[in-house]
């Protein structure tokens, strides 16, 4: 693997940790903030404390999933790659567009449902090709990953601990981007190069 390849690959382990880490260590700053009950997004919201913050956690996310979707583009052939570049610039229009601003909540609403809608399908799309390259346990790993985000993200909507769930569902997927890229790392069988001509 070239240091170039590397470097992208890279990007799905530092994103990923940057963005738990600021939703973790910023939520537990405020005492008007509840992570059980309060999305992620009001720690980047206009006018508060941990705007800078989050927003750079958002930024470093969005950033770290486009470079880590390059790696995955060369290393797994299939769509999936598409769905990791969305996430990335969808968390980048997050970062972009916090809660409490003059444009309202609409745009914010737009690009987070994007992110999450794009990043639960990220494993699910995977494991098609996966499960081609004789990769079965990541493949059934990553349906259940993405099945499980969904549903958790989904939940978030019908009733309380809202701020929960929509941490459980992100993270899982956090984690499953992270252990791709270290096969990634380590040219782990399935995760080799894709043949030219193949997508």
């Known amino acids: 693997?070239?240091?170039?390849?590397?470097?992208?690959?890279?990007?799905?382990?530092?994103?990923?940790?940057?963005?738990?880490?600021?939703?973790?260590?910023?939520?537990?700053?405020?005492?008007?903030?509840?992570?059980?009950?309060?999305?992620?997004?009001r720690l980047a919201a206009s006018?508060?404390?941990?705007?800078v913050g989050m927003s750079a956690g958002f930024g470093v996310f969005g950033a770290g999933m486009s470079l880590y979707a390059a790696a995955l583009r060369s290393a797994l052939p299939g769509p999936a790659w598409t769905?990791?570049?969305?996430?990335?610039?969808?968390?980048?229009?997050?970062?972009a567009l916090p809660?409490?601003?003059?444009?309202?909540?609409?745009?914010?609403a737009a690009a987070a449902a994007a992110g999450y809608a794009?990043?639960?399908?990220?494993?699910?799309?995977?494991?098609?090709?996966?499960a081609r390259r004789g990769?079965?346990?990541?493949?059934?790993?990553?349906?259940v990953?993405?099945?499980?985000?969904?549903?958790?993200?989904l939940a978030t909507f019908l009733g309380p601990a809202s701020g929960l769930l929509q941490r459980a569902g992100l993270t899982v997927v956090d984690f499953w981007v992270m252990g791709?890229?270290?096969?990634?790392?380590?040219?782990?069988?399935g995760y080799g190069p894709v043949p030219q001509g193949r997508t």
């Open 145 to 153: 990953t993405g099945v499980v985000s969904g549903a958790c993200v």
């Open 180 to 189: 791709s890229a270290v096969q990634i790392l380590r040219r782990a069988q």
């Open 118 to 130: 794009s990043l639960a399908a990220l494993p699910l799309v995977a494991s098609r090709s996966l």
């Open 83 to 95: 769905m990791a570049v969305a996430t990335g610039v969808a968390t980048l229009g997050v970062a």
């Open 1 to 41: 693997m070239t240091p170039a390849r590397r470097v992208l690959a890279v990007g799905g382990l530092v994103g990923p940790a940057a963005f738990v880490a600021a939703w973790s260590v910023l939520g537990a700053t405020r005492a008007d903030y509840s992570p059980i009950d309060d999305a992620i997004s």
């Open 47 to 51: 006018g508060t404390s941990t705007r």
């Open 135 to 143: 990769r079965r346990g990541w493949a059934r790993y990553s349906t």
């Open 99 to 108: 809660l409490g601003t003059s444009l309202g909540d609409t745009p914010h």
